[in-house]
């Protein structure tokens, strides 16, 4: 027997239920153990004595996991009732069975029921699956291969398996070999098959044990439309880091990953020795009838841009950032004039945070300025956006910095002016424009390329209407008074920066007319044409972005059918008249392109990739294009992150590890989270 759901079955009140309504079809739903539609009726021995059903009722348990989702209530002449937790709906129950009672919960209320957890592996110990598991454990988390033979680390197996076999050091490196050599043969396999083209982005690093490497990273979207990037290689490098070593090397790494042909675009950082790489990658790919042209596919790391851009405007405040925190404090005391305002106050950050008792000091003062007590930043060389941390940190803590500069011995000449601190404060929009572009560069959850040119927009402009404002802005009426000459003398330091800043800028943004860069903007359903149109580009450049996508678009469509103004004979079928009238009119099918940039742009918010996904059908030739052209990274931060893994794992207690060693264990951390 089972419920009737009255609201959703019978829309009767509660008082409008007869009693001779309680039987309906018996359905089981979801289950917790056992719970099939009878599970409550009768006992094990199956004796169902009305003279004792009351009794056994009151006995039974509620095994069904539904019951947890209803309470009980009294009955109601003679009629059972029960009631949902969540919204109140009353049932009428007989017999106990729990159909509707689930049906209603997975209709209504599905997040109420517990999700089944996934059914995990069993891990049963084999000497084989041992030595695996030790390989990813030690890859994965940079593990010493001496580990293994520690004293320590063997009680701890011993505890959990006391017949475990356990390697030494030497197994492992091989063993580590033997890994390597088969998950390569999958990252192969998985990137002949990916739908589509591949695009890299490379760059030469040196180890902190002075080994150099050429990182490959490898991207593409996924059959899924999912943007999918992985460490290809990270093959040693020889002492000369010239254009043809870098092509040698990354050319003999993809014929050993067989992906050669599939090659379309390399993003790089900005060093000469590239441009060399590239023009040998040109010429052997045409020896080999690859299509690759250097010119429309090298896409310049826009995030290193980004970072010479506010070098050059560091540069220019004279306040570039030391190679030593050591340098740091000799930089430039209070008499130095306007423009050294942010290596002052790095000098007095390098002071406090160099002495144990400064900072403690620092400490109390926070606390009785009542500010939250923070470490104070210091920036580095490698990071512009570590001094726009540095800047922000010290703004934050700016009554207990200057109180500390008051009073302690040794930071008086440290100390910053009023009008230092307000500059500090001006240039801090400046700091935020280029640490948003690059933010929003640097994420690997969305193509990058899309936007490249749209970021150079925005920065260029935000540079232009901050300098402006530093032009027009008021100064005080007071004829030749000192603060109007300090006033005046600020502003023309910082526009001369930002000058620097926006010069460095558009000679990089000069080089985006490579094809890559407006095919991708094109093909960003929410861009379009509109976005030239809309930012006011000139007629001659909307033509060259249209040229580009033309060129592009011409290897992915399929030869065009003969044109109805031509008289060249056209294949008829001989059996079927209809197909005849109508064939001229699918000749005449409407270009894809065409139709995808008369259609309106899409909103802003739209996940370029799902977009894709979603109308591939409607334009299967551009939804291949997109597919590749998308997945260009603009930056090089994907192998950047894989050499900031690489200082995990070459630690000063690692300083012996050789090339071999380093190369096999940062290709398999990056391989083994390869979904399998």
Known sequence: ??????????????????????????????????????????????????????????????????????EELPECHGTKLVKCRYCNKTYVSTNGSTGNMWRHIKKNHPACIPQEPANEQVLVYTPSAFREALVEWVVRNDQPFTEVETEAFRKVIHLLHPGA??????????????????????????????????????????????????????????????????????????????????CTTFETTCRDFGVMSKLLAITTDNA?????????????????????????????????????????????????IPGSEDACGEQHTADDGTAG????????????????????????????????AKELIVDVRTRWNSTHAMIERALELRDPLDAMATIEQGLV???????????????????????????????????????????????????EDYRDARNTRDTPNTRDTRNTRDTRESFDVIRAATEAAL??????????????????????????????????WEQQWIYEAMKSLHNAYAYYRDPPAPRTNERLPMERDRTNLMKNVFKRRLNEKPDELDEYLKAPAADGE????QWWKANATMYPRLAAMA?????????????????????????????????????ACMCLKSWLKLAR
């Not at 052209?629 to 690692?654: C, H, K, M, N, W």
């Open 1 to 70: 027997m089972d419920f009737l759901a009255l609201p959703l079955d019978a829309g009767l009140m509660l008082g409008d239920v007869p009693t001779s309504q309680a039987t309906v079809g018996t359905s089981s739903g979801p289950t917790d153990g056992a719970t099939n539609g009878d599970e409550d009726s009768n006992d094990a021995s199956g004796n169902s004595d009305n003279n004792d059903n009351n009794d056994g009722r009151a006995l039974k348990r509620k095994r069904s996991g539904a019951w947890k989702h209803y």
């Open 165 to 246: 076999k356990m390697p030494s050091a030497d197994t492992i490196r091989n063993d580590i070999d033997g890994r390597f050599d088969r998950e390569k043969a999958r990252v192969r396999a998985m990137l002949q098959d990916a739908p589509g083209r591949l695009s890299f982005a490379v760059d030469a690093w040196t180890s902190p044990n002075t080994k150099d490497f050429l990182g490959i990273t490898v991207h593409w979207i996924d059959a899924e439309w999912q943007l999918r990037d992985l460490l290809l290689d990270i093959p040693p490098l020889g002492e000369k880091h010239t254009g043809e070593t870098l």
């Open 272 to 320: 000469s020795n590239n441009d060399t790489f590239l023009g040998h990658l040109e010429t052997a790919c045409k020896q080999q009838n690859i299509r690759f042209d250097r010119r429309s596919t090298h896409v310049r790391c826009i995030a290193h841009i980004i970072n010479l851009a506010a070098q050059r405007f560091l540069g220019a405040l004279d306040s570039a």
């Open 341 to 372: 305002f942010i290596s002052r106050l790095r000098g007095l950050v390098v002071k406090v945070r160099d002495s144990p008792q400064r900072r403690k000091k620092f400490a109390r003062q926070c606390v009785h300025s009542e500010i939250s």
């Open 413 to 463: 000449e440290h100390r910053l002016t009023l009008k230092e601190w307000d500059l500090l404060q001006d240039v801090l929009p400046l700091f935020d424009a280029f640490k948003m572009a690059t933010n929003h560069l640097c994420t690997a959850a969305h193509p990058t390329l899309t936007t490249a040119v749209p970021v150079y927009n925005f920065l260029i402009d935000a540079l």
């Open 503 to 536: 010069e460095k800028l558009k000679t990089y943004y000069s080089k985006t007319g490579a094809e890559v860069y407006a095919v991708a903007t094109i093909l960003d359903p929410r861009f379009k044409l509109q976005y030239y149109k809309e930012n006011d």
């Open 606 to 609: 739209t996940d370029t990739l």
């Open 627 to 663: 597919r590749d052209y998308l997945a260009i990274p603009a930056t090089g931060a994907p192998v950047e992150r894989v050499f900031s893994g690489g200082t995990d794992l070459v630690q000063p207690r690692r300083g012996s590890l050789g090339e071999g060693a380093v190369h």
